[in-house]
């Protein structure tokens, strides 16, 4: 209670005292109340974490009726997630936004939606009345849309700010729908209701509203197809908003499914492969988007997509799991999700700090004019280079650990002689690695084209590093990828309480012999990953040691004889992923601009690709456009002639006095052909 | 009491009407405030106690009363503001300040008559007071607002009379003669259906030329949009809730009659429609205040959906306008300031706000989140709770449609909204802006923090208020 | 008697449909209100004398004398050309005048109730859609206002049909009339006769979206 | 662990044993056998030059790259012994190993900021991201038949028996075949002996390596040769003991090389816009495994 008591205070004094501080102030008083909320809640956090359940039982209004606060495992889980990302991202925020110190009221409004962002979050992983949490969900996507319009000076920012403010407002209207649906049953707010309401219903029931909730957070999520504000907002906002908006924000989605899978009694082997299905797609089409952008942090915002849907996979699995009552599958399904949610918050907060490093610096995000910075900003490389091999998933680094667990449950569900079960598996086993290699295409050519080779275009002034400030809180992010890449069976272990809340829908027991055996089997992967990184070490070091005594010598990269190399001989990023490009282009929208090169004496040719979603000219576009056809077909209504406006009541009043009559008529009309 | 306060009023009002001395006019107009104050805390006290024959403070109208004098403080302060920064003469001063109280009072007076008749005759003064308020900038814009205005409502009030006179048949079927609602009420199961239906659909008609509502909502828009912002304020809230008291009374009547369903098929007609006719408009109006004014046919239409779905919906539907009226208040006091930072009220010449005018964009883009029933907005708990009286009554369709509807009014209003706030103005000249002191927007802040507090934890007396509003509806 | 005035007051509806000229509907208007001084007369008879006179006073003061006149100042001062410019062809208006009359009519057998005269409200809500239909296919302002005379004459017809029992309903209509003529005829020759030099509906269109 | 030697010692003649082949067929006597590796360690005994745009990325890529491939190896096991890493899913370790080492070799090719390097190693990435899925879904085949999730278990319970099973074997050799010619840039996907850097696919990529650096990526071409072998020979083991094992791992490595060498001398290499969708083509043949496998498993009946 103290704590609750405490955590609001402290909200309302920072927002208080923000608007009247100067701009150095705002910032320090923004970490320092991110900093103490974070530690208030994270007390609450480890403490369910770690077995005590938190349970509060606020009056609430008239209109809300009581609000239970609870906090069990899962909600712990989460709320750490948050607190980490959101301290990190506060403190590199406070280096990033000093470029912009003129802006004093803009900082203001930025630091305040900053705190409310992440208090609401916490609200949200913590409130179980329906009214409450919608209303903690609402600000969470309003401060987050004010965080993202911070440059609003660029119109593509605004545009992307409403975008996500509409889709937000579709998922909530879907949750509205799906909290209604159960409030009118059971006439309750709390979420106790629902597994009250889907207890008694049918499993069908259970599914249609799971679905519903599931459309709901799947927008948050970012699951295709409702991921069309994703790759927008992303790029807009500043890059510490975007590293917390990839890392936490759209993972509340993700802890809405669990939550509600928690929740609801449904058919969970149909909702369980309808979660699969939706998240192969997710996954494939997330990585096959975000290989051909230019745009680094719009590239970045696709592998989010992509990595919901490795979560998915993982979430599918687990629901499969749990209507199968294959306890091996549902632990190490919701393991792998869960580890998977911790790790992309991780890896993806270090990789839009880094382009927000590198936007500092070379004041552009397109790839196509980057490259050759990994020599003047050595920190910032390397960093971006481990971030990069973590969202491959490759050893010794974390996203290893949470997708080896995936695959563990890929193979674990592969039993039994159900046809359905297998080909989903398949499915997930087609998908899994074709993501993985395309993320690899794809950080291949991002690393590759803005940290390697020569700069594509000349800049102001040289890319400096960036200050210290900014590379701290990465370095911090830096040292759980490794810890998490190295070390899994501690984080294995902090997630049984967590999945025992999964395991324990299908089995009376609290922790599984399985979760024994898969810590054993994931403390070999850390052992082998540091093995991995001592041979390698090794074979460098050996080489090292023999190379010393040789001559080196500095020279040209090899042109094919050419000896002056310039910069525009670099393989560009487009290039690179060229023959990619052809493969993929029939399930992709890319509108190309081409200039050809002709005649005797030619002069400048060029070409340029310009990626568009297919997902979102289909769904969002199209429809839009007939709806707005639709619309405009009415604007006649209000056309300025009073007889017109006179008109409207007589037809009004005609027509709702004579339709019913005429209707009666023409029924007695058929009634007697009828006789006849 | 009532008859001291209508005998004031209207006296003070005369006053104004024939003074051109500004300090005499600050008291007259104070004098106006205290008196209406009183009255309200008054009639609160003497709940349901009925005066004049004709007036009983009832939990309706004693809502909608304190609404109503919450609003009229700060529209008398930023009328001054209003007209001090226009240099006015004394004259068309004195007729607004005259109107502006003639305006209040009969509102009041046809929130708290109990009998249909008397209503009827302070719409009809409304609609003659409200004129002369829109006629304030006397060009021929706005004589053509008030041309239409005056037009439009004179034929709506007829409608409502032919509507009484056939209730008075109806009535005189049940063997009675007493146009009160009370008595209305009373009789209505003995109401002959035939005139009840055709009083139904014509007083319906017209009260929706004050509500706003399809069909008659039109020549309120103009009317919102060429009153001077203040006026338009009283006109989007206050003067709406007429229109809403007028068919909210009758509908009761109805409700206990055979009509009912009958009757809530119109309401429902004319609610979709009314939020249809906004969504087009607020995609396509380029003009803050008619966006405004459109956004009011569109809560106008929720409100009737509420009616219509009934069971926890009355309740939200009568929460809904009283906060709706909060909300449409201090948006439109603020398009008062915005106006007078880029002398203009269309979308193209507007912009940046945020740098002009920190604490009005504030506002702006709180009274923003607020009409569109976004949280913390009293409205998202009230539309929340009219969309489950709606799926509750088993309109699903209607549910779906409607936030189809509202989803896309979200988005035009928030493109307008955000062009206004962020996007830099076109040959908007910066030199010579007028500084608007933080301390202006101050009862726009307040409005809006009511709308908070009692949507989100109302206290007793206000629900029990709804409650006793709405309990002569079916439960 | 009541009848046959009443069957005289339809006539001249189907006559201002065809009506050119704005005097014609200014003699139309005199009519009528005469017309309703006589249905009123004998309808009211047994009501009190005060309200009776009030209604007397009213119909052939007010409505007789009274706004023909004031109408043809208008006129005269604002030099309103004499044509009633309709959308449509006075044929046309003539065929719907009397579909709208038949329609109430066929209506009107949906009434069973004997205490409600059917003919009062046959002719009430003909004048009533009548008098809408004049203001929605004329051309100009002054013909909109008299539209709206022709709907209070509907509206007083219909307020007669339950005069005795309740004659504050009659006087209130009464009310209604003086107030509105007054208003909008007031507005009219003070303000859009010197704004608009020929008044004209197409001038009055700039508010739009 | 002795699988880990016997694949060290097969990388040394592997190579020679391909060229022998090649030399043979085009009617020439050839190198010796131990001639490709003589080459190696020449190289680890030269200088080097670097190119002025690399960074460390460039020097650091071989060494993770060998240590990658060895610790690959590792992870293979022979017959029922197991390799020196050994858990469920190793083999999910193996393919990701592998993954690290062809990133760095990518990000080495783009460090020289040169117009060939960054070609090969865009071929290199996408030829190598469509052949996952093939090995993944054969492993997922065969783990559905033993009910194993790991090398050692997986291979030590496979057993032929019905005519089925063959088949299965027959493809599942096929595939890994293939994928091992993927990975190691061989014909039909890409000849080595090219000499036009826009046609290379590996070769391109390590234009700028010498010195100790071309040494390492070569003999770790070598060690992945072996390495594939060996898991091809795992496939027709089962649980002998191991004076049968060691005999037939050589032989089939043997037949593996020599196979590779007929190959490269009577085929031409496919298009190398055609690529893609060949390799693609071995997932179809991975789940044509699969459905084998419900077969023999009666899932069908």
């Known amino acids: 209670m103290a704590i609750i008591a ?74 750490l997630i948050i607190n980490f990302t959101f301290i990190t991202g506060a403190f590199y925020g406070l280096q990033y936004m000093k470029a912009y110190r003129k802006q004093s009221t803009d900082i203001s409004l930025h630091g305040i939606s900053f705190i409310l962002a992440q208090a609401s979050l916490l609200a949200i992983c913590v409130l179980q009345n329906s009214i409450a949490f919608l209303i903690a969900w609402e600000i969470m996507a309003l401060s987050s849309f004010i965080l993202i319009i911070f440059e609003h000076g660029k119109r593509e920012t605004i545009k992307a700010g409403i975008n996500f403010l509409i889709q937000s407002h579709i998922c909530i209207m879907l949750l509205t729908l799906a909290f209604i649906w159960v409030a009118m049953k059971k006439d309750s707010y709390d979420f106790r209701a629902i597994t009250l309401f889907t207890a008694s219903g049918s499993l069908l029931t259970g599914v249609a509203l799971f679905l519903c909730f599931f459309m709901g957070f799947a927008i948050k ?106 306890n091996v599958l549902t632990f190490l399904g919701f393991a792998g999700a869960l580890l998977h949610t911790l790790n992309h918050s991780l890896f993806k907060s270090l990789l839009f700090y880094g382009a927000g490093n590198v936007y500092q610096s070379a004041h552009t995000m397109d790839i196509e004019k980057l490259g050759g910075l990994g020599k003047r900003m050595p920190h910032s490389s390397v960093l971006f280079l481990v971030a990069s091999l973590a969202i491959c998933g490759l050893p010794p680094f974390n996203g290893f650990v949470s997708e080896f667990l995936i695959y563990k449950g890929v193979f674990s569900g592969l039993q039994g002689s159900d046809k359905l079960l297998l080909s989903g598996i398949v499915g997930a086993l087609f998908g899994l690695p074709l993501i993985g290699g395309l993320a690899m295409l794809c950080f291949t050519k991002a690393y590759g084209t803005v940290f390697l080779g020569r700069a594509r275009h000349a800049p102001d002034q040289l890319p400096r590093e960036a200050g210290a400030g900014k590379l701290i809180p990465m370095y911090a992010v830096l040292l759980l990828i490794i810890g998490i890449g190295l070390f899994p069976q501690i984080f294995i272990t902090a997630l049984d309480r967590p999945l025992a809340l999964f395991t324990g829908i299908n089995s009376t027991a609290g922790l599984l012999p399985e979760a024994g055996s898969a810590g054993n089997t994931i403390s070999q992967v ?26 080196v010598t500095p ?30 282009e029939p399930l992709l929208l890319i509108h190309k601009k081409k200039k050809e090169i002709k005649e005797v004496f030619p002069g400048d040719g060029g070409q340029e690709t310009h990626p568009y979603d297919k997902a979102e000219a289909w769904l969002i576009d199209y429809p839009l456009q007939r709806l707005k056809g639709f619309f405009n077909r009415f604007t006649f209504l209000q056309n300025g002639n009073l007889q017109f406006y006179i008109l409207y009541g007589v037809v009004f009043i005609t027509l709702v006095l004579i339709v019913p009559l005429v209707a009666d008529y023409l029924l007695s009309l058929v009634k007697f052909l009828n006789k006849l | 009491m009532t008859g001291i306060y209508l005998a004031g009023a209207f006296g003070i009002s005369g006053f104004l009407f024939f003074n051109r001395s500004r300090v005499i006019n600050y008291l007259l107009v104070s004098a106006f405030l205290v008196l209406q104050l009183g009255f309200t805390i008054y009639e609160y006290l003497h709940i349901n106690k009925p005066e004049l024959t004709y007036f009983t403070p009832d939990a309706l109208g004693i809502l909608l009363l304190v609404t109503l004098t919450i609003i009229s403080i700060p529209a008398m302060y930023h009328s001054y503001m209003y007209l001090g920064s226009k240099q006015d003469n004394p004259g068309h001063t004195a007729i607004y300040f005259a109107a502006m109280v003639a305006l209040l009072t009969s509102v009041s007076a046809a929130y708290l008559s109990n009998h249909i008749a008397v209503t009827w005759i302070f719409v009809e003064l409304t609609t003659l007071s409200a004129s002369a308020l829109i006629y304030h900038r006397r060009n021929n814009r706005s004589l053509e607002g008030t041309w ?51 009083a139904f659909i014509f007083i319906f008609t017209g009260f929706t030329a004050k509500l706003g509502l399809v069909p008659m909502y039109t020549a309120g828009i103009d009317a919102k949009d060429k009153a001077p912002s203040p006026a338009g304020a009283l006109m989007s809230s206050v003067l709406m809730n007429v229109g809403f008291v007028g068919i909210f009374r009758f509908y009761t009547v109805v409700s206990h009659t055979t009509v009912h369903s009958w009757a809530n098929h119109i309401i429902l007609i004319a609610a979709l429609l009314s939020i249809f006719v906004a969504t087009v408009y607020m995609t396509k109006v380029k003009n803050i205040k008619r966006m405004f004014a459109y956004s009011s046919i569109e809560h106008a239409g929720l409100v009737m959906l509420g009616l219509v779905a009934g069971g926890v919906g009355y309740f939200a539907a009568v929460l809904h306008i009283i906060l709706h009226a909060f909300i449409k208040a201090s948006l439109f006091f603020q398009q008062g300031q915005i106006y007078r930072v880029y002398q203009s009220k269309s979308m193209y010449d507007v912009g940046n706000y945020f740098k002009y005018n920190l604490t009005g964009s504030m506002v702006m883009l709180l009274g923003f989140f607020f009409a569109t029933a976004m949280p913390p907005s009293g409205l998202f708990i009230t539309e929340f709770m009219m969309f489950r009286s709606l799926f509750e009554a088993g309109y699903l369709w209607v549910l779906v449609v409607v936030m189809l509807l509202l989803t896309v009014i979200i988005w035009a209003f928030g493109k307008n909204i955000f062009k206004l706030l962020f996007s830099a103005p076109v040959a908007f000249k910066e030199e010579g802006v007028e500084k608007i002191k933080p301390v202006e927007s101050l009862s726009q802040f307040i409005l809006l923090g009511l709308v908070v507090y009692l949507g989100l934890n109302p206290p007793q007396e206000f629900l029990h208020l709804i409650r006793e509003a709405i309990k002569n509806l079916p439960q | 008697m009541t009848n046959v005035l009443l069957i005289i007051f339809t006539i001249s509806l189907l006559y201002l449909g065809i009506a050119h000229r704005l005097l014609t509907y200014i003699k139309i208007l005199t009519i009528q209100g005469v017309l309703l001084f006589g249905i009123a007369f004998i309808e009211l008879i047994e009501i009190n004398a005060v309200n009776l006179t009030f209604v007397l006073l009213e119909t052939i003061v007010i409505k007789a004398i009274a706004i023909p006149l004031f109408l043809n100042y208008v006129m005269k001062r604002n030099r309103i050309t004499r044509d009633a410019e309709p959308f449509l062809p006075n044929f046309v208006s003539l065929i719907l005048i009397t579909l709208i009359v038949i329609t109430t009519f066929i209506l009107s057998n949906a009434i069973n109730d004997a205490r409600i005269s059917k003919i009062y409200f046959v002719v009430a809500i003909s004048t009533l859609f009548t008098g809408l239909y004049i203001i929605v296919t004329r051309h100009k302002l002054i013909t909109h206002v008299m539209g709206y005379l022709v709907i209070e004459n509907g509206v007083f017809i219909l307020s007669l049909a339950v005069g005795n029992e309740m004659p504050v309903l009659v006087n209130l209509g009464i009310l209604l009339d003086i107030f509105a003529s007054v208003f909008l005829l007031g507005i009219f020759v003070n303000r859009i006769g010197d704004v608009l030099k020929d008044a004209d509906v197409d001038q009055l269109k700039s508010l739009k979206d | 662990m002795i699988s880990f030697i016997l694949i060290i010692l097969t990388s040394l003649f592997f190579s020679g044993i391909i060229i022998r082949t090649k030399s043979r067929t085009s009617g020439r006597k050839g190198p010796g056998l131990f001639q490709p590796v003589k080459d190696i360690i020449r190289l680890f005994k030269k200088g080097a030059v670097y190119s002025k745009t690399t960074s460390f990325i460039f020097q650091a890529a071989p060494s993770i790259y060998y240590a990658s491939i060895l610790m690959a190896i590792m992870v293979i096991p022979l017959g029922e012994y197991r390799g020196i890493i050994s858990f469920e899913g190793d083999f999910v370790f193996f393919a990701y190993l592998l993954g690290v080492g062809k990133f760095f070799m990518i990000l080495a090719a783009l460090d020289t900021g040169s117009s060939f390097e960054g070609m090969g190693a865009s071929r290199e990435a996408l030829f190598s991201m469509f052949a996952e899925p093939a090995f993944f879904i054969l492993m997922g085949s065969f783990a559905l038949l033993t009910g194993h999730t790991s090398f050692q278990e997986i291979f030590a319970s496979l057993h032929f028996g019905s005519y089925i099973s063959y088949i299965l074997g027959v493809l599942a050799t096929l595939v890994l075949a293939m994928i091992a010619m993927v990975e190691n840039s061989r014909m039909p996907f890409d000849d080595p002996k090219t000499h036009l850097e826009l046609t290379m696919v590996h070769e391109v990529m390590i234009l700028d390596n010498s010195g100790f650096d071309l040494g390492l990526i070569l003999h770790a071409t070598n060690l992945k040769f072996g390495m594939y072998g060996a898991l091809i020979a795992n496939l027709f083991m089962g649980s002998f003991p191991l004076y049968l094992t060691i005999p037939i ?12 060498g007929l190959l490269e001398s009577f085929t031409a290499r496919f298009r190398m816009n055609h690529n893609a969708q060949y390799i693609l083509a071995l997932s179809s043949v991975s789940l044509l495994i699969f459905l084998g496998v419900l077969l023999m498993l009666g899932q069908f009946s």
């Open chain 2, 148 to 198: 239409k205005y005056v037009f439009v409502c004179a034929i709506s009030i007829t409608l409502v009379f032919i509507g009484i006179l056939f209730l008075s048949f109806s009535l005189s079927q049940a063997g009675a003669d007493d146009l009160s609602f009370s008595n209305l009420l009373r009789k209505a199961p003995e109401l002959n259906q035939f005139w009840l239906r055709l």
């Open chain 4, 249 to 260: 791992f050589l032989g089939i490595q043997l037949l593996f090389a020599v196979s590779i």
């Open chain 1, 526 to 551: 850390g052992t082998w990953a540091l093995l991995f990184l001592l041979l390698a070490g090794l074979v460098f070091w050996i080489r090292k040691k023999i190379t010393a005594l040789k001559p």
């Open chain 1, 555 to 584: 020279g040209n990269t090899w042109g094919c004889g050419y000896t002056g190399p310039v910069e525009k001989m670099q393989y560009t990023a487009s290039s690179f992923i060229r023959s990619y490009r052809k493969l993929a």
């Open chain 1, 6 to 79: 405490a955590f609001i205070v402290v909200i309302l004094l920072a927002v208080a005292l923000i608007p009247w501080m100067n701009v150095l102030w705002k910032g320090v008083i923004t970490v320092a109340a991110v900093c103490v909320l974070a530690l208030l809640s994270s007390i609450i956090a480890a403490g369910a974490l770690s077995g005590n359940h938190f349970e509060q039982l606020f009056r609430g209004s008239a209109i809300t009726g009581p609000i239970p606060v609870r906090v069990d495992a899962l909600s712990g889980f989460f709320m």
């Open chain 1, 221 to 326: 999520a970012g699951f295709v197809p409702f991921h069309t504000w994703l790759p927008y907002a992303h790029p807009a906002a500043p890059a510490h908003i975007s590293g917390i908006m990839s890392g936490v924000i759209i993972k509340i989605g993700i802890y809405g499914i669990l939550r509600m899978l928690l929740l609801i009694r449904c058919d969970y082997l149909l909702v369980g492969y309808i979660i699969l299905f939706v998240a192969v797609i997710t996954g494939i089409y997330g990585v096959m988007l975000a290989i051909v952008q230019h745009n680094l942090k719009r590239l970045l915002a696709y592998h989010s997509i992509e990595n919901i849907g490795i979560i998915g996979i993982g979430i599918g699995l687990g629901c499969i799991g749990i209507g199968k009552e294959n």
